[in-house]
């Protein structure tokens, strides 16, 4: 039996009761949302940004945000569960050993294993799975005396995150055949002084403005640290559309095309005399 809730924005400011209105005999356990805004009609919005399920007993085992945050971080791995019996991806570690690197007050997170599969495909039971503390996987916790799975996780973070030090838009590619590809490497070698060589999270929606998570496309690339790709071919029938990306940069990535710009504006005026 599991029970969901469903949160409004900032995560902990607006959050409803635990819902548990059905369990698992017959069919399964059904919690769906037009049931329980008939059940509980004052209780819960009619268009919540987020959903967290656990059982009954507080064991989490999913976390989706609904609202989609064009801002996403890098994927972080810190911990292997063959070392220490757990793969702890907990916020607060993260903090330290990335500092500047994730947005204080993250709204969504997305976990898989380092392979790429979804955390809850595993099969694992999980400690912590959620954007406040972030995720945590104990073998001692496993059933059948399994372990866990090597997971990597990621954040999705305000809009004001990835404008601190951010780049232009890039657009050097169309959704023609085979897909639309906005690969960081090939920014670099195009217009290197544009974009910084490690970048802390990226930005991608369409040339019309729409954020890429609400489109409907499946994307093979989407990491700060490599850049975004969507395939044709991987759309079930449809095709990719056309996309630009933005970069947030380290804040001394900033300062030093900051004064780069001064020295070049120096120059221009010093050539005028």
Same mark, same amino acid.
Do not use: M
């Given at each position: 039996m599991r029970r969901l809730y469903l949160v409004g924005f900032p995560l902990l400011e607006c959050r409803t009761p635990w819902f548990d209105r059905d369990d698992p005999s017959g069919l399964g356990d059904n919690e769906t949302l037009s049931l329980l805004l008939i059940r509980y009609p004052l209780q819960v919005c009619t268009q919540p940004i987020a959903?967290?399920?656990?059982?009954?007993?507080?064991?989490?085992?999913? %976390?989706?945000?609904?609202?989609?945050?064009?801002?996403?971080?890098?994927? %972080?791995?810190?911990?292997?569960?063959?070392?220490?019996?757990?793969?702890?991806?907990?916020l607060s570690g993260l903090f330290s050993k990335y500092p500047g690197y994730i947005c204080p007050n993250p709204i969504g997170i997305e976990v898989q294993t380092i392979s790429g599969q979804?955390?809850? #495909?595993?099969?694992?039971? %999980? #400690?912590?799975?959620? !954007?406040?503390?972030?995720?945590?996987?104990?073998?001692?916790?496993q059933t059948g005396g399994g372990l866990c799975a090597d997971y990597k996780v990621r %954040?999705?973070?305000?809009?004001?995150?990835?404008?601190s030090c951010r780049t232009s838009w890039f657009d050097r590619d169309d959704p023609d055949d085979p897909g639309d590809s906005e690969i960081l490497t090939d920014i670099q070698i195009i217009i !290197?002084?544009?974009?910084?060589?490690?970048?802390?999270?990226?930005?991608?929606?369409?040339?019309?403005?729409?954020?890429? /998570?609400?489109?409907?496309?499946?994307? #093979?690339?989407?990491?700060? /640290?490599?850049?975004?790709k969507c395939v044709n071919e991987q759309q079930g029938g449809g095709v990719c559309q056309d996309y630009k990306v933005c970069y947030t940069c380290p804040?001394?990535?900033?300062?030093? #095309?900051? /004064?780069?710009?001064?020295?070049?504006e120096a120059a221009n005026i010093l050539d005028k005399y």
């Open positions: 959903i967290e399920v656990t059982t009954i007993s507080g064991t989490p085992f999913f %976390f989706s945000v609904l609202y989609s945050s064009a801002c996403v971080t890098r994927w %972080f791995d810190s911990d292997d569960p063959e070392t220490n019996g757990r793969d702890s991806e907990l979804p955390a809850y #495909q595993t099969g694992n039971i %999980f #400690q912590v799975y959620n !954007p406040v503390f972030g995720f945590a996987c104990v073998n001692a916790g %954040f999705s973070c305000p809009e004001k995150f990835c404008t !290197p002084p544009k974009v910084c060589s490690l970048p802390i999270a990226i930005e991608v929606t369409t040339i019309s403005g729409s954020p890429a /998570l609400l489109t409907g496309n499946l994307f #093979q690339l989407f990491d700060p /640290l490599l850049g975004f804040k001394s990535f900033c300062k030093i #095309q900051v /004064l780069s710009n001064l020295t070049i």
